[in-house]
Structure formats: C-alpha cells, structure tokens
C-alpha cells in the first residue's frame, strides 16, 4: 500500500493552507495505520526474508514520519536570497 505524498503546493509560505491540512492529517493517518499493520505482522512473522522485508518496510515510514515532521515544522523556513 502507498501512502499519497503531499505536493508543494498545497503549501504556502510556511503556512499550510485548508487543503495542506486536511492532506496533512491524512497522510499522518495514513502513516501509523500502515506502522500498526506492519507491526502486527512482523509479531506472527519467522525470521527470514519476508520478516526482513518488513523491518525494512517499518524503517522506512519511520523516516518518512521524520522527514514529514520536519518538512511540516514551523520552523523550516525558506532559503535566504
């Protein structure tokens, strides 16, 4: 399952506009739903590839959740001209 990235522009100079929000949420939801699943599985999961792939799969979103956290912070701020 994909989870649905969030365009730029949905974005307006550090303040997320109506829409950013609402696909904010979404995509936070999305995120921890899709961590909940793949923990779930890896408790019924034996060691070997398909447990391997998994773990790679839960690392993965927790660094799209960081990534996410920090492209969302209010304190990135655009490069200086």
Same mark, same amino acid.
């Given at each position: 399952?994909?989870?649905?990235?969030? @365009?730029?522009? &949905?974005?307006? &100079?550090?303040?997320?506009?109506?829409?950013? !929000?609402?696909? &904010?949420?979404?995509?936070? %939801?999305?995120?921890?739903?899709? !961590? @909940? !699943?793949?923990?779930?599985?890896?408790?019924?999961? /034996?060691?070997?590839?398909? !447990? %391997?792939?998994?773990?790679?799969?839960?690392? /993965?979103?927790?660094?799209?959740?960081?990534? %996410?956290?920090?492209?969302? =912070? =209010?304190?990135? &701020?655009?490069?200086?001209?």
């Amino acid at each position: 399952m994909r989870t649905p990235v969030c @365009a730029p522009s &949905q974005f307006t &100079q550090g303040k997320e506009s109506a829409m950013g !929000r609402h696909s &904010q949420s979404h995509i936070d %939801d999305n995120l921890n739903a899709e !961590r @909940a !699943r793949i923990i779930a599985e890896l408790e019924n999961t /034996q060691p070997g590839p398909q !447990r %391997d792939l998994l773990e790679s799969k839960l690392r /993965q979103l927790e660094t799209a959740s960081h990534i %996410d956290e920090w492209l969302t =912070s =209010s304190g990135l &701020q655009p490069p200086e001209e």
